[in-house]
């Protein structure tokens, strides 16, 4: 599965993104919109990235991408796909609303905060690097939360997301 800020799977997305938006602002369309992609790759051409559908309204990406802005100051360069702090150095999230495990059904959420809280990996406003959780009301359905993680690059991004799952994962 591609990490979305991979070389090779970042830059594509932004192209087609454009290009869309150029077409739809020429249709009159204003405001966000969304393309959902699926990504393929072979030895002989790379990473291919396909648009699938085009959502004019705030998606899924909308609230990681929220997150990030609001708590790293900085911008996003479009054409290479990032988001620079303003001391310059890159950032980047893993995101999902789908952490889930059927034992965690009616945990308590300050159980999980403080849990993601001990091993060191709540977010620091300071160095805009960490574990961000959203979503607990999921935690008393099916044991469902959501983790964003915000790191120096995609990789980074992912390993304090899987720190922070295992961190979860430990009982109290």
Not at 27 to 33: L, S, V
Not at 105 to 133: H, K, Y
């Amino acid at each position: 599965m591609p990490v979305p800020g991979e070389p090779g799977i970042r830059q594509p997305p932004q192209v087609v993104r454009r290009g869309r938006g150029r077409a739809l602002a020429d249709q009159g369309a204003m405001g966000r919109f969304c393309v959902d992609f699926a990504a393929t790759r072979s030895a002989s051409s790379g990473w291919q990235v396909h648009g699938l559908e085009i959502n004019l309204r705030k998606t899924g990406t909308s609230h990681p991408l929220s997150l990030l802005h609001n708590l790293v100051p900085g911008h996003y360069d479009a054409e290479t796909g990032s988001w620079s702090a303003k001391d310059g150095s890159e950032r980047c999230y893993c995101s999902t609303d789908n952490v889930v495990d059927p034992a965690w059904r009616g945990r308590p959420a300050d159980d999980v905060i403080n849990a993601v809280r001990s091993a060191g990996l709540e977010f620091d406003p300071r160095s805009g690097i960490g574990a961000i959780l959203h979503s607990f009301i999921g935690l008393d359905i099916d044991g469902r939360i959501g983790l964003t993680t915000i790191g120096r690059s995609p990789s980074h991004a992912e390993r304090l997301h899987l720190a922070a799952v295992a961190a979860i994962e430990t009982p109290p």
